[in-house]
């Protein structure tokens, strides 16, 4: 394809849209609903998201990583803490977080504050971990430049040597989850003629009591 055929591609998107007076109070629930609809279309990976962070010296980043815990505590994944993201949310833990469910013609972006899971909760997890991927989280400086391939696959049989099979390979210091807190959560769902819904929910504690208050902008 031409780069400039970019410009005239189109999808017509075709919803029922997002009915607000069905709403539920908070977003979670919404979330977990097109979670549901996202497996039952059969798309892949439902539970990728982009996550994206600012360094120390304001330069941005994102990244696709797997969602693995959504609760009302927030959102969780998991990384080597001296990875890229990890130095970054170290020195600015404010991120933005995009679950794309393109076939649904659906997104969902949580805008929050990242902080490290309890280190039981990271080892917990760790512990269902396939052993090769348990091992490559000991092997690779995650981020840092490699001069080659081969390297990598000799630091990794290494490893597989310091813990041989059937002995238990531990979660390493370094590696651990980072858990999302929302601040406010956009639901983004395509509508016809480019009149998108987007509905946004905000943490916020107002006299009625209310720990989320809702509003729509404009596509």
């Not at 189109?10 to 908070?26: C, F, H, Q």
């Not at 980043?61 to 969780?76: E, I, N, Y």
């Amino acid at each position: 394809m031409h780069p400039a055929d970019l410009a005239r591609l189109r999808r017509e998107y075709e919803s029922a849209g997002i009915d607000v007076d069905t709403l539920p109070g908070e977003p979670l629930r919404l979330w977990r609903a097109w979670l549901s609809d996202a497996e039952r279309a059969g798309i892949a990976e439902i539970n990728a998201m982009v996550v994206s962070t600012v360094d120390a010296g304001g330069t941005p980043s994102s990244r696709t990583v797997l969602c693995k815990g959504a609760d009302d505590r927030g959102f969780v994944f998991f990384t080597n803490y001296d990875s890229r993201k990890g130095r970054a949310i170290s020195a600015e833990p404010r991120v933005c977080l995009l679950f794309p469910w393109h076939p649904l013609a659906r997104q969902v972006i949580v805008i929050g504050s990242a902080g490290r899971v309890p280190r039981a909760e990271s080892e917990a997890y760790f512990a269902t971990r396939p052993r090769g991927a348990q091992l490559s989280a000991w092997a690779s400086a995650q981020s840092s430049r490699v001069a080659h391939r081969s390297a990598l696959e000799q630091a990794w049989a290494q490893m597989e040597q310091r813990f041989p099979e059937g002995e238990v390979v531990p979660c390493p210091p370094h590696w651990g989850g980072f858990r999302v807190v929302a601040e406010s959560v956009e639901f983004w769902q395509g509508r016809q003629d480019r009149l998108h819904d987007r509905l946004v929910y905000r943490r916020t504690q107002d006299p009625a009591g209310r720990t989320w208050t809702v509003e729509r902008l404009s596509p």
